[in-house]
């Protein structure tokens, strides 16, 4: 009788457990549709503001002098008064807080309030004609998103709220762009660099999920668009060899540019960007409004429209258009206002395509268009996976995989020898830096150059 009972009990024991192990993947799995559903929200609004700087510029492009440095200008105000955290691109956040030991510290970096913030205050940036984007802070929303998830159902593990802080950011890639597989992968290489067997389930779930909530919410779309373009093995491939070669020196120049600048410049500029750091906003915003008013307003907010175009063969841009765009992408970024470098990055390297494709009449222009793209934005985030994924997944074609692995891989050799450090890497540890200084171990710190792990 005795051990009839105990079968009884441990078959109560075992259900309870179950059940409550069910209801927490259910809450998960409620947290990425979240994701996702949010994902598409932000890129509603994103396109309103675009929409909405358009209109006003109808009426005068010369309004521009005043829009750009007075939005960048309020930007920087409210992150430094009341939204600390939600500056730069985000990924960097995600980062370093799957490093960081202190809850209290990643519940302040990832609360539901920064999220919010970041999506308002990237689509004042948007509006005000900045050069960014909102994949990198979709990141930052999706993390935010599922640690929120992680403190309802009182996480306390380090392994399982750095799991959920992985596929939020994953998730938020995925349904950003629409591409499952480059949230799989950008969360593998980019945010984690592991891929641990207990976090792994999550991670595609999560994903998966977004990606299904924004198909449902939007259609199964392309990013951008379908392209039969191939790249047949033989002459073909100089441009391989162009894309990867020029590809990695810009975008290794634009990552060490970037990095410099976040450790701040020396001298007087240094102090005055230390002390007015409005001041200084504003002053970027006007050199962005004069940059954009120089290119017939090209350069104003993600360069998507243009990326599209010239990927698609609907619009020829001169080599100004990537040149200023690469420009105002920098400026951009140093002015400290929230905002991503994935779509303006697309676009710089899908113009630089364009341009490399007048010198190489042997090969397919669309395919060379293809190659610069890939090759540019794996030499900045120099996760060359991640990036043969993301423009493979957006245009819709496998056709030319090996040759965007080839150009993708050739970039990241040459950026790795002229910026040693990776980009988001390096900006999540002077993250680190301020929050938490003691997550940064000394030897980090005094030499950086010589880290092979772009890890933390």
Sequence with gaps: MSSATGRIRHFRETARITTAEWRRKLIYWGGSVMVGIVAVTFATLADDAAKLRHHVLDYSPWLILIITPGGLALSIWLTRTYFRGAQGSGIPQAIACMHLSDGDVVNRVLSLKIAAAKILLTCLGLFAGASIGREGPTVQ????????????????????????????????????????????????????????????????????????????????????????????????????????????????????????????????????????????????????????????????????????????????????????????????????????????????????????????????PGAVVLLGTVAYFSAVVQAPLTATVIVMEMCDNQQVTLALLASSFLAFGVSRMICKQPLYGALAERFLRTVSPESVPAEREEKPEKRDNPGL
Excluded at 142 to 167: E, K, P
């Design 141 to 364: 929303v999706g993390a935010a998103i599922m640690n929120a998830v992680g403190r309802f159902t009182d996480i306390g593990d380090a392994l399982s709220r750095r799991a959920l802080v992985l596929t939020g950011g994953a998730a938020g890639v995925a349904a950003a762009f629409n591409t499952p597989l480059a949230g799989i992968v950008f969360g593998i290489e980019e945010l984690a660099h592991s891929f641990e067997q207990r976090t792994s389930g999550v991670v595609l779930a999560g994903v998966v999920l977004a990606g299904v909530t924004a198909i449902a919410l939007v259609g199964n779309y392309s990013y951008f668009g379908h392209t039969d373009s191939v790249v047949p093995v033989g002459a073909s491939w100089l441009a391989v060899i162009a894309c990867g070669l020029l590809g990695g020196i810009t975008g290794g120049t634009f990552s060490a540019i970037l990095i410099r600048a976040s450790r701040g410049l020396p001298g007087t500029a240094g102090r005055f960007i230390a002390q007015h750091p409005i001041a200084f906003a504003a002053l970027c915003g006007l050199v962005l409004a004069v940059i954009g008013l120089a290119s017939g307003g090209m350069t104003y907010g993600t360069g998507y429209a243009q990326a599209r175009a010239i990927i698609q063969g609907e619009e020829h841009y001169p080599a100004s258009y990537f040149i200023l765009k690469y420009i105002a992408t920098i400026v951009s970024y140093c002015s400290g206002i929230p905002g991503g470098l994935f779509a303006p990055s697309l676009s710089v390297g899908a113009g630089m395509g364009g341009w490399v494709a007048q010198f190489l009449p042997q090969t397919t």
